[in-house]
């Protein structure tokens, strides 16, 4: 999810990383994922143009549903969690860990792993992502994070030092880092020596086009989907294993399948984003981006 930059935006930058980020220091761990989901709730309350636009895209792709207002302020929700989330890195332990995240299909990456291969976990932008790689690291798997590159909005003064300090935050993240937008032969390297490295199934959160897509088939109509995990698959042997993480009840969860059958692995993951689209539809980071010309039309 995208706002346009302006005065107003650098304002509650100000407000959102001084007092708001102090005051969610002091709560209990976990709560502060909860805290910007409600800030989420009022930002939907002060957005109706951009809640009305939301409408009409879930329209669009998922049929009039009456349900269809709360699924936007879902998306609100999830957006205003995920900005944030760095912020829990450092508050997210093993112990701390259940107050945030339900894990299942341990045993498939282990199965994986113990085949001596390494493991592509592709999963969309569909709730906390980051958490479950956070979990797999702090359990001392040995992960990997491929990310988008530096968004493609240009940003305030402000803005720039709101993503600097994001990125700072990120760090604390217990995963190794990689910009997908220079050389993959590390991220090779870590699949040849049998670890983990999560990539994403459906498009890049920095807006650009990185690397090459396919033209698939979802929720009826045609999506531009990434082809890097088929590419890491056929050039170094691992396995795919899809990962998807969503909200349920006051906690997220997230599910690690089996491995793909290694043919048309991009179609196959269209397959299943097809299915955690319409299961989730609230946990969606894109839905704003799926237009005529955008990086996902196809």
């Known amino acids: 999810m995208v706002f346009a930059e302006g005065a107003l935006k650098d304002l509650y930058r100000l ?37 009305a636009a939301l409408r009409a895209t879930l329209a669009g792709a998922l049929g009039a549903r009456p349900e269809l207002d709360a699924v936007v302020t879902q998306l609100f929700e999830t957006h205003f969690a995920n900005q944030y989330v760095g912020l829990s890195f450092q508050r997210m332990t093993l112990e ?38 956070h979990l797999l690291g702090l359990e001392g798997y040995p992960v990997h994070q491929v990310g988008g590159g530096a968004p493609a909005q240009a940003l305030s003064a402000l803005g720039t030092v709101a993503a600097r300090t994001r990125r700072r935050l990120e760090g604390g993240l217990a995963a190794t880092l990689h910009d997908g937008t220079g050389f993959v032969r590390p991220v090779v390297r870590a699949l040849e020596r049998g670890e983990v490295v999560l990539t994403a199934c459906d498009g890049t959160g920095g807006g650009q086009e990185l690397g090459r897509r396919e033209v698939c088939q979802v929720l009826g109509r045609r999506m531009r989907l990434p082809v890097f995990s088929a590419w890491l698959a056929e050039h170094t042997g691992a396995a795919v294993l899809p990962l998807h993480c969503y ?52």
Not at 20 to 42: D, F, K, T, Y
Not at 108 to 116: E, I, T, Y
Not at 252 to 276: H, M
């Open 247 to 298: 909200r349920a009840g006051p906690l997220y969860q997230a599910d690690v399948s089996p491995p793909l059958a290694p043919e048309d692995l991009t179609a196959q993951l269209a397959t299943l984003l097809d299915g955690w689209l319409r299961a989730h539809p609230g946990e969606w980071h894109f839905w704003d981006q799926w237009r005529p010309g955008s990086l996902l039309d196809g």
């Open 96 to 133: 701390t860990a259940p107050r945030y995240l339900h894990l299942t299909g341990r045993e498939h990456l282990d199965q994986a792993l113990r085949a001596g291969r390494g493991v592509i976990l592709a999963h969309p932008h569909l709730g906390l992502p980051q958490l479950p790689l």
């Open 15 to 51: 407000w959102a990383w001084g007092p708001w980020r102090a005051s969610l220091g002091v709560l209990p761990a976990g709560n502060e994922v909860r805290a910007n989901r409600q800030l989420g709730r009022l930002a939907a309350a002060a957005l109706p143009a951009q809640r």
